[in-house]
């Protein structure tokens, strides 16, 4: 006879899951879930339907009243922003402003951060894990230490070389590919050390300069890796405010995030601009990240893992 | 057989050496050292001019006066520490880095393991992961909506608008208490104020008679919506107490008080009391679209008519999230004190509204932390007689534990440089409560004229040592 | 009393991947049963099963008289050592052996007393407060062993203990398995891929193959009377010989020899079976001699072996090392027909 008590336990359903599913509590769950995944979506339905209100409607009802009727939705607001065309400080040219920010400052953080991460990998001279101990200590230096000392070093370079890039889009971008260099070169820097070395010892055998190693060896070895920083890069740039709001200064070519700002210090509560505004703003950061969300994710795992 | 020489061995040559050696190579050739190091040049440039240098000159700015010219040694500091509105910077980063962290972890986890489960794992994670593609103003802006004071804007003040409604439904005539006015205000002609915001009649009447209320301050438009006509005098009826509650203004004659005037409206719809002279109620009556009203059955004795102040409640107004009420109770404390110990409702608003951006990141880190974890110690587990309750806590946990120390501070240091969600979200009469080390740099650094860059950098300062321990974290982190 | 049985067990993960096809095993109480095959064929699985880790499609298992299809892992009263050990890298050794007690509710006493007693008759008492990661890898499996050990279990479960550890170690791992068999008294299921394994530590040893229980038996019974071409071919190195032949009144044709059947076949095609040590220098029966054109010669100082072609088929032998061979040479040899097997060309099975 068996010494144990046969406990009828609920049949551990082992395999692949690490947990045990008991029946009752699975729909409790997915009620769990659904709710949070609604709340997380109402605010940015919420401003969608908002911005696709006329504005008259805005202080009489909430927008919620709009999911019973329909008919009220309209594309009145976009047209409006987009029929004011190019205008200096519209919302097409903030538009236009960003991206001639965001691009630049996303290709020269990548290519740079390659270039360093490579010969901080395999390049061969001392002092190489000091510079990257400094690199990483770089990481999470807040801006607001360099915004004051650049804004004066942009001054002095002004009157050294005629060129002040205070109020400048190059000013900006300057800045940006400055901070976004630690990152940058962390990610690469890790990917590149997952490559063999052997691979460059081959190259180096063969007679290959180091430019050419990097070029046709690292370069398009770490592309995956070149990808995931580049949108994490992109979309960092295109969200940020304070930076352009520093160092645009009263250039009246504004970033999308500024012309939002703007909008708060006005005093009518133009919401119909606003909500617009900020669903434009996000149109393009959820394409990016839509397209190429594997590598998001990488770029924010490697980021915050390792 | 010949005895090869294992020492010796065939002659290496350079290239070779170096694959031996590793990093740090003194036989590499020097120009392999220039290309390599060529490569740091364009970050270097960058890094030096734009972050290291800056560094040094910010602390030298800090000992400096508004325009970086005149040495004042301690004085930016001193200032900071004694100034309240300053402090209170201090005051909301504290709160921002006691809650947040620990709270989007928390959430961070539930999710990550709940979401483990499930079928539609991908979707769900999606959804709860996009907001951080959005930009912090953005953000801040759709919240800003959220919590609007106005029920027909604010989807939060809507909602507990409408549990309160029905719970404790408004008046027809509320009387908007938060402008200033009051119930008492509306009395006019043959009406006091009551006890609890209601009206009283005042005099009394007794069966048989009738008794006209006038009343004021409430907008035709009000009325119009209330069904109201033309107000019709009261006819007496025995055994009855009959009379009028009419709005007491002319626009033909507005000065006149105490007649009923043609062209004046009756109150539709109120609530009533017949009160005894003891003040029990003998019954209750509702005015007709004329403002008539009727008691029967009314027995001798004289009687106060009262409206009742439920016709003037004003049901849910809203609540201010986005505004400067505390939490905590120090209304009653100094300047300083209520600087440093309150809690304003916008900062938990602002937490709400970053917790939805970023609980998301700390879900995706914390899922990926679990999918590493090894199946077969958790299967050890099991079969050691672990539930899963203790299995989570036993073994997923403690497991777990670098993962969620990472998050945290990550977070951390996030939450220490917060800035567009508070200058975008927090209303112009909350900013300064609202104010934080970053945004309280920016101010001071950048806007105001020329700005005070002294204390601009003494803050960025404080900012940048409270930073260090994330520093020397992360440095332990990669060399160990 | 801790036999176990399984009973028509089935494991289908999806209609067209059956990983244990209709297995019925019946270990007996203290029995130490090798379960062994080659990768893939379902022996991990099944022990998967009886341990409470998969679910069991079809069929029963049965721990004594007690249906533990559906008993919860932990309710059986097994305990396991896993293949990567498994150990918990967060607790120290004292913890990682203490924890299946503390999930019993046992006394903390009673715990110090088994670990104590456990971690001493394993060498580990000095390691007690160690974690995992600070231990080699004989250390870390001892400590998975430990675990078991102090849980009392009816039936030991090992999945390919021995896999992760570097030749030397295995050896003396083996044996020290063994003895601990022997102390405990205890049933044990091992799982291994290793034939050498699996014929020095069992009682008796189950062969599987893509999911099908091939033979169960002792590993003298799996050597001697293999009852397929394909246990003959897994026990025993270097591998029989195999060769084609057809047979006639008795007499089995391969192409460079022939040879008479011990006991009577059907006459047809098949599989003549034969060890390295069933061939000889010394020819007793002339009709039954083998020519052998020998390409490659290994001396083991004990054992000396021929490889090369009798007629148009590879054949392996083993002679003795004083006789002088060289690669080239041609040489007459002789079959023992007593351990002659015989093998069917379409079910495999063994004839003889």
């Given amino acids: ?306 | ?480 | 009393m801790a036999s176990v049985t399984f009973d028509h067990v089935v494991k289908r993960y999806t209609s067209d991947l059956t990983v244990v096809k209709d297995f019925n095993v019946e270990v007996a109480d203290k029995e130490f049963m090798v379960l062994v095959g080659p990768s893939g064929c379902g022996k991990s699985t099944a022990l998967r099963m009886l341990a409470g880790l998969e679910s069991i499609s079809e069929g029963q298992i049965r721990i004594g008289d007690r249906v533990v299809n559906d008993i919860a892992a932990k309710d059986r009263d097994i305990a396991m050592v896993f293949q990567s050990y498994a150990l918990y890298p967060h607790m120290s050794v004292y913890d990682n052996m203490a924890f299946p007690l503390q999930m019993q509710h046992m006394k903390k006493a009673e715990i110090d007393k088994r670990v104590k007693s456990a971690s001493t008759s394993l060498g580990l008492g000095n390691f007690l407060d160690r974690k995992p990661r600070n231990l080699s890898g004989g250390q870390r499996q001892r400590v998975a062993l430990g675990r078991a050990i102090v849980r009392n279990p009816q039936v030991f479960l090992l999945d390919e203990p021995l896999s992760n550890l570097d030749a030397k170690l295995r050896g003396q791992t083996r044996i020290e398995l063994q003895k601990l068999h022997r102390d405990l008294g205890t049933t044990f299921i091992y799982v291994t891929h290793d034939q050498v394994e699996a014929m020095t530590m069992g009682d008796r040893i189950a062969i599987m193959n893509a999911g099908i229980l091939q033979q169960v038996g002792t590993p003298g019974d799996i050597y001697d009377h293999p009852a397929n071409i394909f246990v003959a071919g897994f026990v025993g190195t270097p591998t029989m010989n195999f060769v084609a032949a057809t047979v006639q009144d008795g007499v089995a044709k391969a192409s460079g020899f022939q040879v008479k059947l011990p006991k009577a076949v059907s006459a047809g095609k098949g599989t003549l079976g034969f060890r390295p040590e069933a061939v000889t220098d010394r020819v007793p029966d002339p009709d039954s001699a083998m020519e052998m054109k020998v390409d490659f010669v290994e001396r083991l100082g004990s054992d000396q072996f021929l490889y090369g072609k009798v007629g148009g088929d590879a054949v392996t032998a083993r002679i003795d090392p004083r006789v002088k061979v060289e690669p080239g040479d041609n040489i007459k040899l002789g079959l023992d027909t007593r351990t002659l097997h015989f093998f069917d060309s379409e079910t495999e099975l063994a004839l003889i």
């Fill in chain 1, 1 to 306: 006879m068996s010494a144990a008590s046969p406990a009828t336990r609920p049949p551990a359903q082992p395999g692949r899951s690490i947990w045990a599913v008991i029946r009752p509590s699975r729909a409790l769950l997915n009620i769990i879930l659904v709710a949070s995944a609604v709340f997380w979506l109402v605010p940015t339905i919420g401003l969608a339907i908002i911005s696709l209100r006329p504005e008259s409607l805005f202080q009489q009802s909430g927008w919620w009243t709009a999911l019973a009727a329909p008919s009220q939705l309209t594309l009145s607001n976009y047209k409006t922003l987009f029929g004011q065309g190019l205008v200096t400080g519209g919302v097409l040219d903030s538009l236009v402003t960003s991206l001639e920010i965001t691009v630049p400052a996303t290709l020269l953080v990548t290519i740079i951060s390659s270039l360093t991460a490579y010969s901080l990998v395999f390049g061969r001279w001392r002092g190489r894990s000091a510079v990257f101990l400094v690199i990483v200590g770089l990481l999470v230096v807040p801006i607001q230490v360099a915004l004051i000392p650049v804004v004066q070093e942009y001054r002095a370079f002004g009157s050294l070389t005629g060129f002040n890039p205070f109020g400048t889009i190059p000013g900006v971008v300057i800045f940006h590919v400055a901070f976004g260099l630690p990152f940058g070169i962390f990610l690469m820097y890790n990917f590149y050390s997952g490559i063999p070395k052997e691979m460059l010892e081959a190259g180096r055998i063969d007679g290959a300069g180091e430019w050419q190693l990097f070029r046709r060896v690292a370069l398009p070895l770490g592309l995956p890796a070149a990808a995931s920083l580049m949108i994490f890069q992109f979309i960092w740039v295109w969200n940020d405010l304070l930076v352009a709001l520093i160092f645009l200064g009263s250039n009246p070519h504004i970033t999308l995030t500024i012309f939002l700002f703007d909008q708060t210090r006005t005093l009518a509560a133009n919401y119909w601009i606003i909500s617009t505004g900020a669903m434009i703003s996000i149109f393009i950061p959820l394409i990016v990240f839509f397209s190429f969300q594997r590598y998001f994710v990488r770029g924010v795992l490697a980021g915050a893992v390792k």
């Fill in chain 2, 1 to 480: 057989m010949s005895a090869a020489n294992i020492e010796t061995g065939p002659r290496v040559s350079g290239p070779k050496a170096a694959r031996v050696s590793g990093a740090g190579n003194p036989g590499g050739g020097w120009r392999d050292h220039l290309g390599s190091l060529a490569f740091l040049a364009p970050g270097a440039i960058f890094l030096l001019a734009i972050t290291v240098y800056p560094l040094v000159a910010t602390a030298r700015n800090s000992f400096y006066d508004a325009t970086a010219t005149n040495y004042v040694g301690l004085g930016n500091y001193k200032e900071i520490f004694s100034t309240s509105s300053i402090l209170v910077t201090f005051r909301n980063n504290v709160i921002w880095v006691l809650v947040f962290p620990f709270l989007v972890t928390f959430i961070g986890l539930v999710y990550g393991v709940l979401s483990e489960r499930i079928r539609w794992s991908t979707a769900f994670k999606t959804i709860i992961f996009m907001p951080i593609v959005f930009s912090a103003t953005a953000s801040a802006l759709v919240w800003r909506t959220i919590f609007d004071l106005d029920p027909h804007i604010g989807i939060v003040n809507a909602a507990i608008q409408t549990a309160s409604d029905w719970v404790n439904p408004p008046g027809l005539y509320p009387v908007d208490v938060s402008s200033g006015k009051t119930v008492a205000g509306l009395a006019a002609t043959g009406v006091s104020a009551g006890p609890q915001d209601s009206l009283e009649s005042s005099s009394t009447v007794t069966a048989g008679n009738s008794i006209e209320l006038g009343l004021i301050g409430v907008s035709p438009a009000t009325l119009q919506l209330t069904g109201s006509q033309t107000a019709v005098a009261p006819t007496q009826s025995p055994g009855a107490v009959t009379g009028l509650v009419w709005r007491d203004f002319s626009t033909s004659n507005p000065t006149e008080r105490g007649q009923v005037l043609p062209d004046e409206l009756g109150f539709a719809g109120l609530k009533l009391t017949l009160l005894r002279s003891d003040g029990s109620s003998a019954g209750t009556a509702v005015t007709d679209a004329h403002g008539d009203f009727s008691f029967g059955g009314v027995s001798s004795g004289d009687y106060k008519v009262q409206i009742d102040s439920s016709n003037f409640s004003s049901g849910f107004t809203g609540i201010f999230w986005l505004g400067t009420q505390s939490l905590t109770p120090t209304s009653s404390l100094n300047q300083t004190a209520q600087a440093l110990l309150s809690v304003p409702l916008v900062d938990i608003s602002m937490i709400i509204a970053y917790l939805w951006i970023w609980a998301g990141f700390a879900m995706v880190v914390i899922g990926a932390g679990l999918a590493s974890l090894d199946r077969e110690v958790l299967e050890a587990a099991r079969m050691d007689g672990a539930g899963e309750w203790q299995t989570f806590r036993r073994m997923t946990m403690p497991m777990l534990a670098p993962v969620l120390i990472v998050v945290i501070v990550t977070m951390l240091i996030n939450v220490l440089k917060i800035f567009d969600i508070i200058l975008n979200m927090a209303p112009g009469s909350s900013q300064g409560d609202a104010n934080t080390l970053a945004l309280a740099m920016y101010n001071f650094g950048f806007t105001g004229g020329l700005g005070n860059w002294g204390l601009a950098s003494a803050l960025a300062v404080i900012l940048f040592i409270l930073v260090i321990p994330a520093i020397v974290l992360n440095l332990r982190r990669i060399r160990g």
